[in-house]
């Protein structure tokens, strides 16, 4: 019923920047939150950034002041700029939403992912 669709990641050197954005789209009342997670390899999905409706962000301390997390409510859309990148920044990231379909109705809804790559 709701889709998540990320998109920006690439190949990236050292101390460059990418800017991921994730649109969501289907039978959406509102969302209350949204956010990115990574995984690397043999690693555990963790959390980099997240934003509420109203625009409080929160942030992994791997990456304060290098990354920043932004929305477009009127498009249901996420963004993470990342910058001075760094190669342990080297995941899969996955946008995240909490999805209200109705108003009394909250689920967790995951993109496929987008690979980030950053070479040393």
């Known amino acids: 019923q709701v889709q998540l669709v990320e998109s920006g990641g690439n190949l990236v050197q050292a101390g460059g920047s990418l800017r991921l954005s994730c649109a969501a789209s289907?039978?959406?009342?509102?969302?209350?939150?949204m956010g990115w997670y990574r995984q690397a390899p043999e690693k555990q999905r963790e959390l980099v950034a997240t934003?509420?409706?109203?625009?409080?962000?929160n942030y992994a301390d791997s990456v304060k002041g290098r990354f920043t997390i932004s929305r477009d409510n009127a498009k249901n859309t996420v963004y993470l700029q990342m910058n001075s990148l760094k190669p342990e920044d080297t995941a899969v990231y996955y946008c995240?939403?909490?999805?209200?379909?109705?108003?009394?109705?909250?689920?967790?809804?995951w993109g496929q992912g987008t690979q980030v790559t950053v070479s040393s």
């Open positions: 995240n939403a909490k999805v209200r379909v109705a108003p009394w109705r909250l689920d967790d809804y």
């Open positions: 289907g039978s959406i009342f509102s969302i209350d939150a």
């Open positions: 934003i509420t409706r109203g625009g409080t962000t």
